[in-house]
């Protein structure tokens, strides 16, 4: 089914508005709280570290243990000595699942693009649900206590929630072209600071009844929307009679390709661009790219890296920021806790706008390379600001902004780019395959990231911690 010609070649804001229909709006929002739902899920299980970790040190360390059951019950959830090795261990657990979920993400990425994408996702959160639910829950009900148990189902959640970053950006790709991409994105990229305000709603709603009540609420939560993404999600818009992107956009002009390589210079020759690193198929069935052929497509590997420099420091301020007030200046918990927001709420805004500019400029590297040299200036004032908490706000809040927006702009947006460009125009089934990797090399970086943060923590001063942060 072709597109008039004058539809085409009209502005990239005007033609994505033409071609959004409400299964676009029903996509957008599916994928969104897909998403936002699995990472709920991990924000509550670092807001309720302080309860679990009490609940494994002995009694002595815990004036209300004895008020709430019979010492004989409580006795036997001893699995430390103290809360610094209970505390220890749950730092472990996050690095666990960190390297799980990065090595998940390359696995994944190549599953995504030879399975049905609704099939993987819906899978991935039904099943990360229900070990959530065994870690949190059902342990706690049965009273059953046990390190290697713990590690283990970490370890399947980690490799579980792999699996829903590549699908949603794959659909995302397929719904969306380049026209507009950078703002859609930007904005729908906000699904993982949404997931972490959920999550932490849903855990303060129920925490007074017990941890185990808020493992059980989001995981029944997340189990619920793996089941409306299986029945409801369309994961391209040939399911329904709509043409595919590539099929609208093969006569546009170069300037204009919504599979234009990203990281194309303007004097690439012309037989480079109609190289194709598949072989002809006969039957113009797609076929999925292969791992390392997606690695040598331009620019996988340079955003990988740059990807994982940005996840260090993202997730860097996701584990440690209200640590860091606490422990540094005193701050109360629930306060530390509300300032680590502002950073969200950067990320959000720089995003979305970041990724508009990009559509208007028709670049992205630009636009990121200015946005991290102003993320310099940011984080050194704020490491220097005074302690008051508006002005550590603004000074988060513009981190965030000159931060989190390119880190979620090259896990979204220039992703979806990437696994589009023309040397893959022979093989469509790309997007989850180079997702992944990106993804998957940021986790890498994020898991490495927290034993770096600690070790120069423990050794230097805070302050050196965030010139890492800078030289990232």
């Not at 994505?16 to 229909?21: A, E, F, I, Q, R």
């Not at 610094?84 to 990065?102: R, V």
């Not at 699996?163 to 794959?170: D, K, L, M």
């Not at 409306?228 to 369309?234: E, K, S």
């Amino acid at each position: 089914m072709a597109v008039p010609g004058s539809l085409r070649r009209q502005p990239a804001n005007r033609g994505l508005v033409s071609h959004c229909t409400h299964h676009h709006i029903v996509v957008f929002l599916l994928t969104f709280f897909s998403y936002s739902l699995l990472h709920a899920s991990r924000k509550t299980f670092s807001n309720v570290k302080v309860s679990i970790s009490n609940q494994w040190t002995p009694s002595c360390l815990n004036s209300t243990a004895p008020e709430r059951r019979p010492y004989e019950l409580w006795n036997s959830s001893h699995l430390f000595p103290n809360a610094e090795e209970a505390t220890l261990f749950l730092g472990t657990l996050d690095t666990i699942f960190l390297f799980s979920y990065a090595v998940g993400l390359f696995v994944s990425g190549i599953v995504g693009d030879r399975l049905n994408l609704r099939w993987v996702l819906s899978f991935g959160m039904c099943s990360s649900a229900l070990v959530v639910f065994s870690f949190g829950t059902l342990t706690e009900w049965l009273h059953f206590y046990n390190k290697w148990f713990y590690c283990c189902l970490w370890v399947v959640n980690g490799l579980l929630q792999s699996t829903g970053w590549p699908c949603v950006v794959a659909v995302m790709g397929n719904w969306f072209g380049k026209a507009g991409r950078g703002f859609v994105f930007g904005l729908w990229s906000a699904c993982a600071s949404v997931g972490n305000i959920l999550g932490a709603f849903l855990a303060s709603c129920v925490l007074k009844y017990g941890y185990e009540y808020a493992f059980l609420v989001t995981a029944s939560v997340q189990f619920a929307g793996g089941v409306i993404v299986f029945f409801g999600l369309l994961t391209s818009p040939k399911e329904v009679g709509l043409p595919e992107l590539g099929a609208d956009e093969d006569e546009v002009s170069v300037e204009e390709d919504a599979n234009r390589p990203l990281m194309s210079s303007d004097d690439v020759d012309d037989d480079d661009r109609n190289y194709s690193i598949q072989a002809a198929d006969n039957d113009n069935q797609p076929k999925a790219i292969g791992f390392f052929q997606a690695c040598c497509l331009p620019g996988v590997v340079l955003y990988s890296l740059a990807y994982a420099c940005l996840k260090l420091v993202n997730y860097s301020f996701f584990f440690w920021l209200p640590f860091y007030l606490s422990n540094n200046f005193g701050w109360k918990e629930a306060e530390a806790d509300q300032l680590s927001i502002w950073y969200d709420v950067g990320g959000i805004i720089g995003g979305t706008i970041q990724g508009l500019i990009s559509d208007v400029l028709q670049k992205r590297a630009p636009v990121l390379a200015v946005s991290l040299l102003c993320a310099v200036g940011s984080l050194f004032g704020y490491s220097h600001s005074e302690y008051l908490f508006c002005t550590k706000a603004v000074f988060l809040s513009l981190s965030g902004f000159f931060i989190g927006g390119p880190s979620n702009m090259i896990s979204s947006a220039i992703s979806a780019d990437l696994g589009r460009q023309d040397l893959v125009k022979g093989s469509s089934e790309a997007l989850a395959t180079v997702t992944g990797i990106v993804d998957g090399t940021g986790s890498i970086g994020a898991a490495v990231g927290q034993y770096l943060v600690s070790l120069i923590q423990e050794n230097l001063k805070w302050m050196w911690v965030f010139y890492f942060f800078i030289l990232m």
